[in-house]
């Protein structure tokens, strides 16, 4: 037999029953065995890679394609310091782009210039062109006058105006209604882009975490820009698609069929194939603690707000029982504690209602887990989709703004693990951060300082690796396909510069990825 390659080198294969390799065959996309396995088989190619390892391909857990490409493509202000540098990049694309339409600026972030701009200073800049300078959180933004007086409803123009600007949250719906749904080709390029970027890193298969409608969505058919840029090959990576609760509906059925949370046709999570499919549906519980909008039971230190959830509890608990009954499973954005008492209360509410131990829900963020919340994840078989790379950008920050107590618990790691709760590895982009500098963070709980964030929480690199590999396959319930490297799974691989294994925290994150592979072949 003649395969169609055969791999050599340091092979991490993250299957128990043989946990390293040094050969690995592949046959039409899958991998047919190793070693001994392969003894008389020749292949049309051979991959040698002696130094550094291989493991399975990263999957990104919760990330936004579209929302990262347009970072990429348009206009960012994600690495300027200054006022001065932010509104000179403003004025330059006016300059650029002309006076006429509306402009946005994306990646912006007001701890990256001591405080949010003012309305006034965009006025200066942009005196008669709508702006818009889109947070790279996706929970605010910043609004200048002459955008502000295209918003019909004149209570929210007066709240914004009083606000200086500063929209939070769904109020964020008054501009970008005037502003999307943006063309289907332009979200394609923005994938397209995205999904480049991050098999450079090593990415092999995203979870797409808001589409549809949402603070992360571009158009009610985003959708559409996956499809074509799959049936076109131009997609390169695999992507699990996560519809916002909001684009959810009833249709007429059965009542012994509960629909009434799902898409038109019926159609729920699993449709599609193993390069495009449809994951559990996505809902806010709160905002984001960059924004300083996420729920918390006490207030941020030094402040008397606590934050807000999303919307009303009430129906917040029934959206989620409401898709749960129809078939869903649930990502649950829940940042701060309330939040999360929000949605656990919620999940266990569905529980009972309509039992279903076949549900893989999710919580999403889940930055401040008090110890009373672990296990009541566990009995619920919750997993966390965590962003490691928070800590290292944002670790001082959010220590400061929870204070002692509380920033203990950040972004838990080890104490999960222990408790049986599936960790999985994400990056939240488009904000900063790659898996590797994430699985740095999850053993040495640095921040940007060298400061240590909750380091009791710290883990070692296979626990860590396991979070950006099998548990991200298992939450996008293709862990029988990837994930890890076996024979009959698809072969989905990462080769790196440093055998990640043998190497400190600082060597990983620092490690190279020197090619990346799907289905055995090489796209990056």
Not at 305 to 313: F, I, M, V
Not at 361 to 377: C, K, Q, S, T, Y
């Amino acid at each position: 037999m003649l395969l169609d390659s055969i791999f050599t080198g340091d092979i991490v294969t993250l299957e128990p029953s043989r946990p390293l390799a040094r050969q690995m065959g592949v046959w039409k996309g899958r991998i047919v065995g190793f070693d001994e396995e392969l003894n008389g088989l020749g292949a049309r190619e051979t991959h040698a890679f002696e130094n550094g390892c291989i493991v399975p391909g990263l999957i990104d857990g919760h990330t936004h394609l579209a929302s990262t490409g347009l970072l990429l493509q348009e206009t960012s202000v994600s690495t300027d310091r200054s006022i001065e540098a932010v509104l000179t990049r403003i004025s330059n694309a006016l300059e650029k782009q002309g006076r006429s339409e509306w402009l946005e600026i994306w990646g912006y972030d007001q701890r990256n210039i001591g405080r949010h701009i003012t309305m006034a200073e965009l006025d200066h800049v942009a005196p008669s062109t709508p702006v818009l300078l889109r947070h790279v959180s996706s929970h605010a933004l910043v609004a200048n006058n002459a955008a502000l007086s295209l918003v019909d409803n004149a209570d929210a123009r007066e709240q914004i105006k009083r606000n200086d600007g500063l929209v939070f949250e769904k109020m964020q719906d008054a501009f970008r209604n005037l502003v999307e749904p943006y063309r289907v080709s332009k979200i394609e390029r923005a994938v397209k882009a995205s999904a480049k970027h991050a098999l450079s890193e090593g990415i092999t298969t995203c979870i797409d975490a808001g589409i549809g409608r949402g603070l992360c969505s571009q158009s009610e058919i985003d959708a559409r820009a996956y499809i074509n840029l799959e049936e076109r090959d131009e997609l390169g990576i695999r992507v699990q698609l996560m519809p916002c609760v909001d684009y959810l509906h009833s249709v007429k059925a059965h009542s012994d069929d509960h629909a009434v949370s799902v898409l038109d046709l019926g159609l729920l999570q699993g449709f599609g194939g193993d390069h495009l499919w449809l994951g559990p549906s996505k809902m806010w519980f709160d905002g984001g603690m960059m924004a300083r909008s996420a729920a918390f039971t006490q207030p941020y230190e030094g402040t008397d707000t606590c934050g807000d959830l999303a919307e009303d509890e009430g129906a917040l608990t029934q959206r989620l029982i409401d898709a749960h009954r129809s078939g869903w499973d649930i990502a649950a954005h829940a940042i701060g504690d309330r939040a999360i008492d929000s949605a656990l209360s919620a999940f266990e509410e569905a529980q009972r209602i309509s039992p279903d131990p076949n549900r893989r829900h999710r919580i999403e963020h889940g930055a401040v887990i008090r110890p009373d919340h672990i296990d009541r994840l566990r009995k619920l078989s919750i997993a966390i989709g965590t962003q490691p790379c928070f800590i290292t950008y944002s670790g001082d920050d959010f220590q400061q703004i929870m204070g002692k107590t509380r920033g203990r618990q950040l972004y838990r790691g080890k104490s999960l693990i222990e408790a049986g709760i599936r960790l999985v590895g994400s990056t939240d982009r488009p904000l900063p951060g790659t898996p590797l500098r994430g699985i740095q963070t999850m053993m040495d709980r640095k921040s940007a300082s060298g400061n240590h964030v909750a380091p009791d929480e710290a883990l070692n690199i296979t626990d860590a690796l396991k979070a950006y590999t099998i548990n991200g396959a298992w939450a996008a319930r293709r862990e029988d396909q990837i994930g890890s490297l076996a024979a009959g799974k698809y072969a989905d691989m990462t080769v790196l510069s440093n055998n990640i294994l043998e190497a400190s925290a600082e060597e990983v994150g620092e490690t190279e990825v020197i090619a990346t592979f799907v289905e055995g072949e090489r796209r990056c």
